[in-house]
Nanobody
Framework: QVQLEESGGGLVQAGGSLRLSCAASGVTFSRYTMGWFRQAPGKEREFVASITWIGSTTRYADSVKGRFTISRDNAKNTLYLQMNMLKPGDTAVYYC????????????WGQGTQVTVSS
């Protein structure tokens, strides 16, 4: 059974930093492309960042480029999102998601972790 569990969310002041983690189990994590998405109240879920299975390619939403960094530790089956220079507009529930080797889209999702940035 595939499980993705996010942690590391919380309340932070604007300009601060947080690091989110996503622990994966029940999957061959190292073969999955992984990503982070977020959903703010009243808005649709949006893409934040992704990383290929060997970490060679990363992609970011324009809104987070230069501030967020996605990384992974395949030995620990863990995905990370380092978030710096946080803004109130980054307030959302953050989800990690995975693309199995045979799939074309994000198939597995975590339950999410709340990030709140105060001004």
């Amino acid at each position: 059974q595939v499980q993705l569990e996010e942690s590391g969310g919380g309340l932070v002041q604007a300009g601060g930093s947080l690091r989110l983690s996503c622990a994966a189990s029940g999957v061959t994590f190292s073969r999955y492309t992984m990503g982070w998405f977020r959903q703010a109240p009243g808005k649709e879920r949006e893409f934040v960042a992704s990383i290929t299975w060997i970490g060679s390619t990363t992609r970011y939403a324009d809104s987070v480029k230069g501030r967020f960094t996605i990384s992974r530790d395949n030995a620990k089956n863990t995905l990370y999102l380092q978030m710096n220079m946080l803004k109130p507009g980054d307030t959302a529930v953050y989800y990690c998601a995975g693309v199995p080797p045979t799939a074309r889209d994000f198939t597995y999702w975590g339950q999410g972790t709340q990030v709140t940035v105060s001004s």
